[in-house]
């Protein structure tokens, strides 16, 4: 499909469509033809006609269904150039929607997530974000503070006067209340980043403890290599795979231990590195070769990273009894066999149940954009400021200057206050024709 957007966009195809007039057909319907340069036909097609303001960017609209040959697609695309049409900016489509009020910024934003979601989790927070959730949060707790700041730039005009007509109580009681739902909102980006991009979970553990196996048997391929030679990982490979909707992003490292080999070497400091950029931890344990005393020094360096971590028990099957028994007592531990792939649910169940997203529920307002997170933060440092002046009997403009500062940061998010360069910077991430 070919789309074309603008006051001129019916007219400029009409140039070159034969069939039906289309500047007298009403909006919604479709038209077959054919698009001709000058008496050359290059293809039939079907228009879909969306008459402003009854379209995505309540302009006139018009899609182009062509075939999909990529020869016809750029005869179609010249021959409109040609006629006066522009090739569209990366999210053009959607930034002129957006400043034609068809929805918000963080609604637009909402879009991009949409085509990018790759999970069911990812998919649902988009749908609920684009279809205003979040922004109605948002907007009603604008509308709370707009009072009170207004009630304050009052007292400001009648200064001489010494009255109040915004009772402080009443306003540290909204305050309050607002950071409530702040907070909340806050707390839940941790969540939303997982849900957006992915839980970058780092696969460790010594040399042939089988976590290349392991990766193999999670992607139901043969990913990497599995030797027999210690060493044989010196690099990370990742991959993902979805689990529960969501996106899981596994990472093979090289195997921990100390070593002379120059390469290896390298390969053990960048899983080190891998493992404290991780938000989940496999840590694997050769159940058939190593010993309780250097499983139990790792589990301590473990916990020392205070990142969530699964202890995997792995070689079930040839288990040494001692060092089986001591991994069962560790809580949350899971015992598999890579190789065979037994337990391997089990071990799918657990990683879900670390990752908690019993938090996450259809409806839910999440934050998943680092924009909107990073508003709200600065949202809360200007209502806390107003809490400390309420607290020191600060005058009224103090007040209204960091009332005035937090209903700045709540506007960024929906757009209500904007800039061109913040625009510039959001939809230059969009893809070209949305």
């Known amino acids: 499909v070919i789309r074309l957007s603008g006051n001129d966009a019916i007219k ?5 469509f034969k069939g039906k007039d289309l500047e007298k057909q009403e909006s919604h319907t479709l038209h077959y033809g054919t698009i001709r340069d000058n008496d050359k036909i290059i293809d039939e097609v079907v228009i879909s006609l969306f008459v402003a303001p009854k379209s995505f960017t309540k302009e006139n609209v018009v899609e182009i269904s062509c075939h ?27 930034k002129r929607a957006f400043l034609n009020g068809q929805f918000d910024l963080a609604q637009a934003e909402a879009v991009a997530d949409l085509i990018n979601a790759d999970s069911a989790a990812s998919h649902e927070a988009a749908l609920n974000q684009m279809r205003g959730g979040f922004s ?56 939303g980043n997982v849900i957006k991009n992915g839980v970058p979970t780092v696969i460790a553990g010594k040399p042939n403890a089988g976590k290349s196996t ?86 301590n360096k473990l916990e020392n990273l205070g990142i969530p971590f699964i202890v995997v028990g792995n070689k079930e099957d040839k288990a040494q009894p001692a060092l089986k028994a001591a991994i069962e007592k560790i809580k949350g531990s899971v015992l598999i066999s890579a190789a065979t792939k037994e337990n391997l649910d089990a071990l799918k169940d657990r990683i879900l149940e670390v ?23 600065k949202t809360r440092n200007a209502l806390m400021d107003v809490l400390n002046g309420l607290d020191n009997n600060i005058t009224g403009d103090f007040l209204a200057m960091d009332i005035r500062q937090s209903l700045h940061y709540l506007g960024e998010i929906t757009g209500e206050i904007t800039t061109n360069d913040l625009l510039a910077n959001i939809f230059s991430k969009f893809c070209i024709g949305k």
Do not use: W
Not at 12 to 16: E, P, Q, R
């Open 12 to 16: 400029i195809c009409n140039k070159v």
């Open 68 to 94: 999909g040959s990529p020869f016809i697609v750029k005869q179609v695309i010249k021959v409109l150039l040609a006629n006066g049409a522009r090739l569209a900016l990366p999210g053009e489509f959607t």
């Open 136 to 191: 109605e949060q948002i907007r009603q707790l604008r509308e709370e503070l707009i009072h009170f700041a207004s009630m304050i730039e009052l007292e400001l005009d009648f200064g001489e006067e010494d009255v109040e007509f915004a009772d402080r109580d009443d306003l540290k009681q909204l305050i309050n209340n607002l950071l409530k739902v702040i907070n909340a909102l806050i707390d839940s980006f941790d969540l």
């Open 214 to 299: 392991l990766l193999n048997a999670l992607l139901n391929e043969e990913k990497a290599i599995v030797s027999d030679i210690a060493g044989t990982t010196r690099d990370f490979i990742e991959d993902e795979i979805n689990l529960g909707g969501i996106t899981f992003r596994f990472i093979d490292t090289a195997g921990l231990r100390e070593t002379t080999d120059t390469i290896e070497k390298i390969g053990v400091e960048r899983t080190q590195q891998q493992m404290k950029k991780a938000s989940l931890i496999i840590y694997m344990i050769d159940m058939a070769n190593d010993n309780l005393v250097d499983v139990n020094r790792d589990i």
């Open 355 to 377: 990752v908690n997203l019993d938090n996450f529920k259809t409806g839910d307002t999440i934050v998943t954009n680092i924009r909107h997170y990073d508003n709200l933060l």
